[in-house]
C-alpha cells in the first residue's frame, strides 16, 4: 500500500518540477538531427523535427496532469454541490438536478466532450469546459445518497429542530461525512480525466502544438507508427502507467474506507 503512494507522490514530484529536470528546450528544431534513436544526447530519441522526446514527455506531465487535476477537481466541486443541493432543497430540486444527472450519464463521456470541443474550436480552455462539463455527475449521485442518510441522523434532526438551515447543515454535517466517499471517486476521475484529456489531445482538441503534451505527442507521432514505433510507445506509456497508478491509489483509499466501516 505505502509504495502505491511513493510512486503516486513521485508522479506528483515529476509534474512540479519535470520541466527543471528536461535536457532539452521541449520546442527547439533540430531538423538534421530528426528521428534519431536513442542515444547519450537523446535518451529517448528525437520526433519528426528533431525535438528530444524526453523533455517533451516531462514538460507534457505538467500540461496533462496538471490539466487533469484541475478538470476533476472541477467537477468533485459542481457535482458536490448539485448532490448537497438536491438532498437538502426539497422534493422539486432534488428531482430536477437528479433528472439532469441522469441525462447526462446517458451520454456517452468522451464523445459528448469531444462534440462540445469541436463546437467551441480547438484549444486549452474548449478542452477544459468539455471536461468538465461531462465530468461532475458522479459526485453529484455519491454526495446526494450520502447526504439523503446523514439526514436520518440524530443530530441532524436535532439541528433541524434548533433553527439551523440547510446550507449549514450541509456545511457542519453533510460535508464531513461525504468527503472520504468523494476523495475514492475523485482518483478515478482523475485517472479518467488524464485518459480524456491524452484522447482530445490525440484528437487535435486539446493542447496546441507547439506546447508538448502526452496526447498531442501521440498525434505528432501517428505519421511515424511504423517507422519509429517509440516516439507513440513513450507517450503512451506515460498516459497509461499514470492512470493505473492513481487508479490503484483510488483501490487503496477505497479498501481502507471499507475497512473503517466494518
Not at 78 to 83: H, N, S, Y
Request: glycine share 12%; charged share 10%; aromatic share 6%.
Amino acid at each position: 500500500m505505502r509504495s502505491v503512494f511513493v510512486l503516486a507522490g513521485a508522479l506528483v514530484l515529476l509534474a512540479l518540477i519535470g520541466p527543471s529536470l528536461a535536457p532539452q528546450d521541449p520546442t527547439a528544431i533540430d531538423i538534421p538531427n530528426r528521428l534519431s534513436a536513442p542515444s547519450a544526447e537523446w535518451p529517448l530519441g528525437t520526433g519528426a523535427l528533431g525535438r528530444d522526446v524526453l523533455s517533451r514527455l516531462l514538460y507534457g506531465a505538467q500540461w496533462s496532469l496538471g490539466l487533469a487535476f484541475l478538470v476533476s477537481v472541477i467537477g468533485l466541486t459542481i457535482g458536490t454541490i448539485a448532490g448537497l443541493t438536491a438532498a437538502n432543497g426539497g422534493k422539486a430540486l432534488d428531482w430536477g438536478i437528479m433528472r439532469t444527472t441522469d441525462a447526462f450519464l446517458a451520454l456517452p463521456e468522451l464523445v459528448a466532450a469531444v462534440v462540445i470541443a469541436g463546437l467551441l474550436g480547438a484549444g486549452t480552455g474548449s478542452l477544459i469546459f468539455a471536461l468538465s462539463v461531462m465530468g461532475w455527475m458522479r459526485y453529484a449521485r455519491v454526495a446526494r445518497g450520502i447526504a439523503l442518510s446523514v439526514k436520518t441522523r440524530g443530530y441532524v434532526i436535532q439541528a433541524q429542530l434548533a433553527g439551523m438551515s440547510p446550507v449549514a447543515i450541509a456545511r457542519w454535517h453533510s460535508l464531513p461525512s461525504l468527503m472520504p466517499s468523494l476523495i475514492v471517486v475523485w482518483t478515478g476521475m482523475f485517472a479518467r480525466a488524464i485518459l480524456g484529456i491524452s484522447a482530445l489531445g490525440f484528437l487535435g482538441f486539446g493542447v496546441q502544438p507547439p506546447t508538448p503534451e502526452w496526447g498531442t505527442m501521440l498525434l505528432d507521432a501517428r505519421v511515424h507508427m511504423r517507422s519509429m514505433p517509440l516516439l507513440m510507445i513513450w507517450p503512451g506509456l506515460a498516459v497509461v502507467l499514470s492512470a493505473l497508478l492513481i487508479n490503484l491509489c483510488g483501490d487503496v483509499l477505497r479498501d481502507e474506507l471499507a475497512k473503517r466501516q466494518c
